[in-house]
């Protein structure tokens, strides 16, 4: 976001708060300038309508008099002066027909103005007209302006009666109309009302920047304050405060933030301790350790489980989607193709196990055994998290062949010593006996030749004994030049009785120039051994075996084939998980595949399978050739 925009959005409050303000306080202001408006208008009416009355009265005095006296010239002249006066547009008086009798424009008379009697008196008759005064604005048709209209009934009196006849008949005897200029009136009203305006606006603006004043400086800026650090406290910084100031509502605020930060803060630190607590915990752990949330996301996981699904580190795994690290998958796995714990576990079965091939990021495979199970996080069990432990079964294997070797070499060193001893015994007594008789001066040519051959068979024992114990020997942590054809030779020296009774012929297809691979010594005996007896098993009716080394670019191939029953296309997959076994005689345990391809991994080599029907299978490994890589290094 901008700056402008963040300034925008930081004023808000500020902007609603003046704009409320000025729309209340003009809203108030224009209430009471119409109703001052009103009022003030109405009482200049009234005090104009007031003083309307007293001329009249002083008028209707003197037309009264004037008409006493029939001074009608004298009458002419009052309406006439006083049609000049200022202020004053037309006087008349009508007779209670509507006649027009006197006018202060001559022209008016002997007109009937019938609709000035009925604008004051709209169902009044002549015998029934009004006997009190009525003032009210109009405005005339014909233009001219708004005016002032004063209706002033003259009333029929005893010294009257004897022109006009009885009062009973005759209440009135004529009506005075004056009509005043209603221009001053208004333009004075709103000339005060304009003086009061700026006057109420000058109060409002000032009253409004004194409240906005007070409402920044003690509400707006505060609650800012908070906003902000409320802000930096939700992104993560756990040290933000908000400065208190006074000892107002805003100020207790401000300490009760500062105060609930403080909280978070050292619950924050808390977690953090537990949560490295726990990751330290689960990573001492051996096995992979994976926490799976209802939304198939990870939200915990250790170590071993990183380096098992080809991660740098557990963190880069947590919010990752379980399909996701497991499968490669996009989108949940189908409970009817996958075993999914999430699917799967519930109250009545709390914990699963089951097999899983891992799929890593870069196409590789990784054969697991998962241990699942439920982790309920609500009280009520409505919502549970999935605990797994993956074992590595290559590990577990490779864990497995070590203890193997290990007691293979006791065993071996076991009866070396057994074999080798008595074998040296004997072999030291023979060679003083062949000493005796070649001092002696009888012929003994005959018992000679059975020494030496009973010497030859003890060297054989004593060579198998040397080879068993090269055989049974723990793995060095350094690899070391290991000539290959020798190895090979050895290894199949071993299992030559093994190949006599079932039958099976050997051929060798040795390459020249002894080649040799950086190893270690035992563990490619025990690769040659494994092939050779697979090979064994393949062949209980007998048959072909055939070991072939030869030189290909800069590295060693070794290829081992056999004329046995071959390997289906629906197992050809999985020979090497581990303990997968699929032996005629269904000893096997599962392991030695998987053993071979443990161990030529560990050395930088490669195996496959380049022939698998019946008649002919061929396992072909390769190394790197030893000899090659050090004549490119100089």
């Known amino acids: 976001m901008s700056d402008?925009?963040?300034?925008?959005?930081?004023?808000?409050?500020?902007r609603r708060f003046i704009v409320f303000l000025f729309g209340v306080l003009g809203l108030v202001s224009a209430c009471?300038?119409?109703?001052?408006?009103?009022?003030?208008?109405?009482?200049?009416?009234?005090?104009?309508?007031?003083?309307?009355h007293s001329v009249?009265?002083?008028?209707?005095?003197?037309?009264?008099?004037?008409?006493?006296?029939?001074?009608?010239?004298?009458?002419?002249?009052?309406?006439?002066?006083?049609?000049?006066?200022?202020?004053?547009?037309?006087v008349m008086i009508l007779n209670p027909a509507g006649e027009v009798r006197f006018a202060s424009k001559p022209e008016r008379l002997g007109q009937t103005?019938?609709?000035?009697?009925?604008?004051?008196?709209?169902?009044?008759?002549?015998?029934?007209?009004?006997?009190?005064?009525?003032?009210?604005?109009?405005?005339?048709?014909?233009?001219?302006?708004?005016?002032?209209?004063?209706?002033?009934?003259v009333r029929n009196k005893p010294e009257c009666m004897q022109c006009h006849g009885s009062r009973d008949t005759h209440p009135v005897n004529g009506i005075l109309v004056v009509d005043y200029d209603a221009a001053p009136i208004r333009e004075k009203g709103w000339m005060n009302i304009l003086m009061l305006t700026g006057a109420g606006a000058v109060a409002v603006l000032f009253s409004a920047l004194a409240a906005w004043w007070f409402m920044q400086r003690y509400v707006l800026q505060p609650v800012s304050r908070l906003d902000e650090a409320s802000r930096a406290l939700s992104q993560g910084d756990l040290t933000t405060r908000v400065p208190v100031r006074g000892k107002d509502e805003m100020a207790n605020l401000a300490s009760a933030f500062n105060h609930m930060a403080e909280r978070l803060q050292h619950s924050h630190r808390v977690l953090e301790s537990r949560e490295q607590f726990l990751q330290g915990l689960i990573d001492a752990v051996p096995d992979g350790v994976r926490v799976i949330d209802p939304y198939f996301q990870i939200v915990l996981a250790n170590r071993a489980y990183a380096e098992q699904s080809g991660f740098a580190s557990p963190q880069e795994l947590c919010q990752q989607y379980c399909y996701k690290v497991t499968y490669q998958r996009d989108t949940p796995c189908?409970?009817?193709?996958?075993?999914?714990?999430?699917?799967?576990?519930n109250a009545q079965q709390p914990t699963l196990k089951f097999m899983e091939t891992l799929q890593r990021a870069d196409g590789s495979l990784l054969s697991t055994e998962v241990y699942a199970a439920r982790l309920p996080v609500a009280a009520d069990e409505s919502e549970c998290l999935v605990v797994e432990s993956v074992r590595d079964l290559e590990k577990a294997v490779h864990y497995s062949h070590e203890q193997k070797l290990a007691a293979l070499g006791e065993l071996a060193a076991g009866v070396a010593h057994e074999i080798h001893n008595p074998l040296a015994s004997v072999r030291i007594a023979l060679q003083a006996s062949d000493q005796i008789l070649s001092a002696s001066q009888e012929d003994m040519t005959e018992l000679k030749d059975y020494l030496h051959l009973v010497d030859e068979q003890v060297e054989q024992c004593l060579d198998v004994t040397h080879r068993l114990m090269k055989l049974g020997t723990l793995a060095s942590n350094h690899p070391e030049l290991v000539e290959v054809n020798t190895v090979i030779r050895e290894t199949l020296s071993l299992l030559r009785f093994e190949r006599e009774q079932q039958g099976i012929c050997e051929t060798l297809e040795l390459a020249a120039g002894n080649p040799r691979i950086l190893a270690a010594d035992n563990d490619l005996r025990m690769i040659?051994?494994?092939?050779?007896?697979?090979?064994?098993?393949?062949?209980?009716?007998?048959?072909?075996?055939?070991?072939?080394?030869?030189?290909?670019?800069?590295?060693?191939?070794?290829?081992?084939?056999?004329?046995?029953?071959?390997?289906?296309?629906?197992?050809?997959?999985?020979?090497f998980d581990p303990f997968f076994s699929r032996r005629i005689d269904q000893r096997g345990s599962g392991l030695g595949l998987t053993i071979t391809r443990s161990l030529v991994k560990q050395h930088g080599g490669q195996i496959q399978v380049a022939a698998h029907l019946p008649g002919r299978t061929v396992f072909i490994l390769h190394f790197p050739d030893v000899d090659?890589?050090?004549?490119?290094?100089?």
């Open 56 to 90: 009249s009265l002083l008028l209707k005095s003197s037309l009264e008099r004037a008409m006493l006296r029939r001074d009608l010239p004298g009458l002419r002249d009052i309406i006439s002066d006083l049609g000049k006066q200022d202020g004053v547009k037309e």
């Open 628 to 634: 090659v890589a050090t004549k490119e290094a100089t």
């Open 4 to 14: 402008p925009m963040r300034m925008f959005y930081k004023q808000h409050l500020s």
């Open 334 to 345: 189908p409970p009817s193709l996958r075993t999914c714990p999430l699917n799967t576990l």
């Open 528 to 575: 040659i051994l494994n092939l050779v007896q697979n090979a064994f098993h393949a062949m209980p009716d007998g048959g072909e075996l055939k070991v072939v080394t030869c030189h290909q670019a800069d590295e060693i191939e070794i290829r081992v084939e056999d004329t046995g029953t071959g390997i289906p296309d629906e197992i050809l997959p999985h020979i």
């Open 32 to 52: 009471f300038l119409l109703m001052f408006y009103y009022f003030y208008s109405e009482q200049i009416a009234g005090e104009r309508t007031q003083a309307s």
């Open 113 to 153: 103005e019938a609709p000035i009697i009925q604008q004051f008196c709209p169902d009044c008759t002549s015998a029934s007209l009004p006997l009190e005064p009525v003032t009210r604005f109009f405005t005339p048709k014909d233009g001219g302006g708004e005016l002032l209209r004063t209706f002033h009934p």
